[in-house]
């Protein structure tokens, strides 16, 4: 079965401080995508980061990073120096291919609040 | 541009009453997806089209019947709506895998739907 875990369910960050989010997935395909998308409190839903599962180098994005391990089947992001604006909810999500179509399974997402 | 645009973005109405969203994608995507985030913010894929073919249907209710009138349109028409429909409800489209795409999700804002 393909999964997506995300074990925390709420952080807390001061602001300027850098903060890891989990995420761990379950998978016996071969190749896969996971990405992280925040979603602040006016609910829309912001795409930060994508992993390919053949990426040897780990994804960045501005101050987002990507720490995939894949023989662990860990993909946490790695938000460097934390904004106010860094606080809402933050999911990860897998890429799963079913026959000729595919589609992103979320985690149950990780609440961060960044405080001063 | 919007590029994933739904309308509307509220909807209030009573129980059994019938109602639709309407979803438009100007990215020239060939896939459209609706997923339900519910009141624990957890999202969960409902179905998704490519092409204006039905390609995942995740075990919805019959209640709910999208409608792809062509690749660019995703509606989702919710009959005889329960209390236990209350959700914001999210359009999304994606270049297809194949495509040299990643999969990733390009949402719209969402639609909040209050059954009371």
């Known amino acids: 079965a393909q999964k997506i875990t995300q074990t925390q369910p709420g952080m807390f960050v001061q602001e300027k401080e850098a903060v890891t989010l989990d995420c761990t997935y379950d998978?016996?395909?071969?190749?896969?995508?996971l990405f992280w998308y925040k979603q602040p409190s006016s609910g829309e839903m912001i795409f930060l980061i994508y992993q390919g599962s053949y990426d040897e180098q780990n994804a960045t994005e501005g101050r987002y990073s990507l720490n995939f391990q894949k023989a662990r089947k860990s993909a946490n992001l790695v938000i460097s120096a934390s904004q106010l604006g860094d606080s809402a909810m933050y999911f990860c999500?897998?890429?799963?291919?079913?026959?000729?179509?595919?589609?992103?399974?979320f985690g149950t997402g990780t609440r961060l609040q960044v405080t001063l | 541009d919007t590029a994933v645009s739904q309308t509307p973005k509220y909807l209030v109405t009573q129980m059994g009453n019938d109602k639709s969203i309407k979803c438009e994608q100007n990215l020239g995507h060939d896939t459209m997806y609706w997923y339900k985030q519910d009141s624990k913010k957890f999202l969960k894929i409902m179905f998704s089209?490519?092409?204006?073919?039905?390609?995942i249907n995740e075990t919805v209710p019959n209640r709910f019947s999208p409608k792809s009138p062509d690749k660019a349109h995703l509606n989702l028409h919710i009959n005889s709506l329960e209390l236990g429909d209350s959700a914001v409800y999210f359009c999304?489209?994606?270049?297809?895998?194949?495509?040299?795409?990643?999969?990733?999700?390009?949402f719209g804002e969402g639609s909040r739907l209050t059954v009371l």
């Open positions: 089209y490519n092409n204006k073919e039905l390609i």
């Open positions: 998978t016996s395909d071969q190749s896969y995508g």
């Open positions: 999500a897998m890429r799963v291919n079913t026959g000729t179509a595919s589609k992103l399974t």
């Open positions: 999304a489209s994606s270049q297809g895998v194949g495509n040299r795409g990643t999969g990733e999700l390009f």
